[in-house]
């Protein structure tokens, strides 16, 4: 059963070191997120691995974009719940974030993004908001940066120039 308000949750015993307990978001914004993505997991088309996830993005102008995994028989082709809210995202005009919300349930761990989703929010970004969260509303927070440090990011990528040495 849900709880009725969202419980933040710091670093734990099972390396959740990229946790952070200040954010910018507020309590408010943080529950409307969290429910947004527990919404779009309730969508989910999972039918070979019953592992349902949602994700709600928070764009800078304020509105919310959700998605979630949406599986197929060939493996390969399935899609994370996070590249189809960003997808979503691009496709009405939303190019700046200030936070995303995935939720899905793995015993008392944390689901964070694959490799290939955590790439896809870097490419729109290095500081803003991550949000892992449970049903029950449990979350950790951390940042896009610190899932994936050193990223491959669009800030020091030259495409066409000629670099000196």
């Given at each position: 059963?849900?709880?009725?308000?969202?419980?933040?949750?710091?670093p734990?015993?099972?390396?959740?070191?990229?946790?952070?307990?200040?954010?910018?978001?507020?309590?408010?914004?943080?529950?409307?997120?969290?429910?947004?993505?527990?919404?779009?997991?309730?969508?989910?088309y999972?039918?070979?691995?019953?592992?349902?996830?949602?994700?709600?993005?928070?764009?800078?102008?304020?509105?919310?974009?959700?998605?979630?995994?949406?599986?197929?028989?060939?493996?390969?082709?399935?899609?994370?719940?996070?590249?189809?809210?960003?997808?979503?995202?691009?496709?009405?005009?939303?190019?700046?974030?200030?936070?995303?919300?995935?939720?899905?349930?793995?015993?008392?761990?944390?689901?964070?993004?694959?490799?290939?989703?955590?790439?896809?929010?870097?490419?729109?970004?290095?500081?803003?908001?991550?949000?892992?969260?449970?049903?029950?509303k449990?979350?950790?927070?951390?940042?896009?940066?610190?899932?994936?440090?050193?990223?491959?990011?669009?800030?020091?990528?030259?495409?066409?120039?000629?670099?000196?040495?």
């Open positions: 059963m849900a709880q009725s308000s969202p419980q933040q949750v710091g734990s015993s099972c390396g959740a070191t990229i946790a952070e307990m200040e954010k910018i978001l507020t309590d408010e914004e943080v529950e409307r997120l969290i429910d947004a993505s527990l919404d779009a997991r309730r969508n989910a999972c039918p070979y691995s019953k592992f349902q996830v949602g994700a709600a993005l928070l764009t800078k102008d304020g509105s919310t974009i959700t998605g979630c995994n949406v599986e197929n028989i060939s493996y390969g082709l399935t899609i994370c719940a996070e590249r189809t809210a960003v997808c979503r995202a691009v496709a009405e005009g939303q190019r700046k974030f200030r936070a995303i919300a995935i939720t899905a349930e793995m015993g008392t761990r944390f689901v964070g993004p694959c490799g290939a989703c955590r790439q896809t929010l870097v490419e729109f970004g290095l500081d803003w908001e991550v949000y892992l969260a449970t049903p029950d449990r979350y950790m927070k951390t940042t896009v940066s610190r899932l994936i440090p050193d990223s491959f990011s669009p800030e020091w990528v030259t495409l066409g120039e000629r670099q000196e040495g």
